[in-house]
Each structure stands twice: as C-alpha cells, then as structure tokens.
C-alpha cells in the first residue's frame, strides 16, 4: 500500500530535549517535505528536500533540521525543542512534478512543556 | 508566508445543500489543488486544476479557477454528513513548491 508513514504519533516531551521525528514513503517520490499545523495559520512548510543530499529551508525552519541521506526517509530533526514548538507536524511526498499531488503522513503531535 | 486565503473560515450547512468556499492568492502559480482533513489527520488530495484550466469536475466536486482574478472556488455539491472536514487550497509553483491556505471548516449536519 503506498503510504508516508510518520512516527512517533503522539510525543510530548520537555523543553531542550533533542528529538526525531521520523519520516519513511514507500512511493519511490523525489520530492519531501515537512509543514508544522496551527490553528487559523492553516500548513506552513517548515523544510523540503527535492532528491537524496537536497534539502532547503521552507517558510519556517528556525528550530529545525532535517537530512536526506536516503529517498525514502526524511527526518525532522529539533535540536533544542521549546515551547512554540508545540505543534501538529505533517510530512508529505510526491513526485518532482509540479502537476503530481501530494501524499500526506498522519501527522506527529508534539507538545513541549 | 501563505500563498492561498480560503473564505469562509467556517461553513455549517444541512445534508444536500451544496458547499462553496473560495481560495484566493497572490502570485502566478503552475496549478492549484484542493486537500481534505478530517480532524486531526492528514490531508488527502482531492482534485487538481492546471492554470489552463478554468473548470474541472470529480463525482460530486466543481473547482473553478480564474487566474486572472486570482481565485479558484471548491463546489461540494448534495453535501453528506461524512464530508464534514476541513478543506485547503494549495497553489503549486513552477519549482512544485506547495503553499497552502488557512482553510475552511465545513459541517454538514443530517
């Protein structure tokens, strides 16, 4: 089944702890991307990745980092999570097409306390 | 920054009623597509319009776009209680960046 497969689903953690939110799609895609959700500002990309090695900041990165050592897997990484960080993260893969949809992930709900 | 702003924010309608929300955005874009979320959950596609396009139909949905103006409208028509979700707009770019928009809220109520 194709799938984007985030983990963990649920995650609450403490203000400064290191955390990784992994990313895994099965759909042979080029393109990935991470988007943070908030409530009335909709999804905003946080950091994509056009090809293995490729990645660039989004609309907001401060906070985050994310590597693509592999197609498949594309892993959002917080360094020192704080509290703005609290969120609903979405991840999402499609083909490096402009007229391919995208496939989204079910999302990580992180809470920083 | 967002690049689609859905109007309504909110929508609350009764079985078989038809659901109009519109997206407007402010630069050229390659197409432009509509996703669905049910609470919480990740967004699925649901219809995509290429800027050449002015209307495009699937089973009960109508997306218009008009680039010219600016804008594309999403018709759910004889809306069921199961299309309760939210609804975004994305506008894709010439590189196939995404750029979605706050979204409308819809409930239909039997």
């Known amino acids: 089944e194709a799938q984007v497969t985030q983990n963990p689903r649920y995650l609450i953690t403490v203000t400064g702890k290191k955390l990784t939110v992994t990313c895994s799609q099965n759909?042979?895609?080029?393109?990935m991307s991470w988007y943070r959700q908030d409530p009335g500002l909709g999804l905003r990309q946080i950091y994509y990745s056009m090809n293995v090695e490729v990645t660039d900041k989004g609309d907001v990165p401060e906070g985050y980092k994310v590597s693509r050592k592999e197609k498949r897997n594309f892993p959002l990484i917080l360094e020192s999570p704080s509290p703005n960080q609290t969120s609903l993260y979405f991840c999402?893969?499609?083909?490096?097409?402009?007229?391919?949809?995208?496939?989204f992930g079910q999302g990580t709900r992180l809470t920083v306390v | 920054s967002q690049q689609g702003e859905e109007d309504p924010q909110a929508l609350s309608i009764q079985e078989g009623e038809n659901a109009t929300m519109n997206c407007s955005y402010k630069?050229?874009?390659?197409?432009l597509q509509w996703y669905r979320q049910n609470s919480g959950r990740g967004l699925v596609h649901l219809i995509l319009i290429r800027s050449n396009e002015r209307e495009k139909h699937s089973g009960r949905l109508r997306v218009t776009l008009d680039t010219s103006k600016k804008s594309s409208s999403l018709l759910i028509t004889a809306s069921r209680a199961a299309d309760t979700a939210s609804y975004f707009c994305?506008?894709?770019?010439?590189?196939?960046?995404?750029?979605f928009g706050a979204g409308t809220q819809v409930v239909v109520t039997p």
């Open positions: 999402a893969s499609s083909f490096q097409t402009t007229g391919s949809e995208a496939f």
């Open positions: 759909m042979n895609h080029e393109y």
């Open positions: 630069t050229s874009i390659n197409n």
């Open positions: 994305a506008t894709v770019d010439s590189w196939g960046k995404l750029q």
